[in-house]
């Protein structure tokens, strides 16, 4: 973990207002200027992190839209937007050995992701494998299975794109065919990331 800058106190701040639903929050423009700033840093200081770090419950704060090719840090980010109140999309990082790790290589760290997302009375979690890379701070994963509730009804609870053959396989295959977050920003309330498609992404712990 890096200590606080002026630009990572904004992150904070903005993760913070959406957590706690506050009408006072950072413009949106700075803080895209902040998750750029914390970008390019992180790409000098070259920190490593671990994948321990990401254990827990986060819940999505703020997104710029993708891009569909790379360019240069800080330029056609897009205009990035909070997420809003009557939207709760969270990912939840643990340690996992429910997965074959047998053709993880030593340069992984493994665990699990579930990406839930409730609007009203839906809830759609996706969950699955991810393998960390500590040298680049990358966090590949693969969504394997589906889990369906409608007003506390299941509709659907099982293996979704190939199922335990995708988790088997998911190990061994490279990085760069498969979906990932560059993490940048680490810190014990709030991360962020840019993801494949060019995106920058903020998320604030929950207690």
């Known amino acids: 973990m890096t200590s606080l800058t002026q630009s990572s106190i904004l992150l904070e701040e903005a993760a913070k207002a959406v957590l706690t639903n506050s009408p006072e929050k950072p413009a949106p423009e700075s803080v895209v200027g902040a998750l750029v700033e914390q970008e390019k840093t992180a790409n000098k200081l ?5 994948f321990n770090q990401f254990v827990g419950t986060w819940r999505l704060c703020f997104i710029t839209g993708t891009q569909k090719t790379r360019r240069k840090i ?7 937007r909070y997420l809003p109140n009557w939207v709760k999309i969270h990912l939840s990082y643990s340690d ?3 997965f074959p790790q047998a053709n993880l290589e030593q340069a992984f760290e493994a665990g699990n992701v579930e990406n839930s997302v409730k609007l009203g009375g839906l809830k ?5 494998p991810v393998k960390f890379q500590e040298k680049k701070n990358i966090l590949a994963f693969d969504f394997t299975r589906m889990n369906v509730i409608l007003f506390g009804v299941k509709l659907y609870d099982g293996y979704i794109r190939g199922g335990a ?3 088997e396989k998911f190990y061994s295959d490279r990085i760069n065919k498969q979906a990932f977050f560059a993490y940048f920003y ?5 991360i962020a990331a840019r993801g494949r498609g060019g995106g920058l992404a903020l998320w604030g712990r929950e207690n």
């Open 96 to 98: 996992s050995s429910a």
């Open 46 to 50: 070259k920190e490593r992190s671990n």
């Open 186 to 190: 680490i810190q014990e309330k709030a």
């Open 74 to 80: 800080g330029t056609a980010l897009g205009a990035g």
């Open 124 to 128: 759609l979690t996706l969950s699955g």
């Open 165 to 167: 053959k995708s988790e």
